[in-house]
């Protein structure tokens, strides 16, 4: 398994997110201690559900694929941990923007 698979397959409208790091460093060159780092509110999208439900029996289309970088709310979502990673489960409603390169 390399990286960046994951073995969880989210359902309906449900995104897996690998946050980035935190910052160890502030812009002016001060080293933060672990009880000052800000959680991120950036992570790379490791799995995508299959979509949500609609009323009329089809699923409406992700608006994320992975391998995306998206930005999400800072209280958004469930954190928990697999394989040793910190991973985050949300809905796509959560994802507030993808990141374009």
Known sequence: MSKKEINIFPLEDRVVVEPLAAEEMTA????LPDSAKEKPQRGTVLA?????????GKRSEMGVAVGDEVIYGKYS???IEVDGREIKILRE???LAKVVK
């Not at 995508?48 to 009329?56: E, F, H, R, S, Y």
């Open 28 to 31: 002016g060159g001060i080293l």
């Open 48 to 56: 995508v559900g299959a979509g949500k439900l609609l009323d009329c």
């Open 77 to 79: 979502g469930s954190d």
């Open 93 to 95: 409603s959560d994802i």
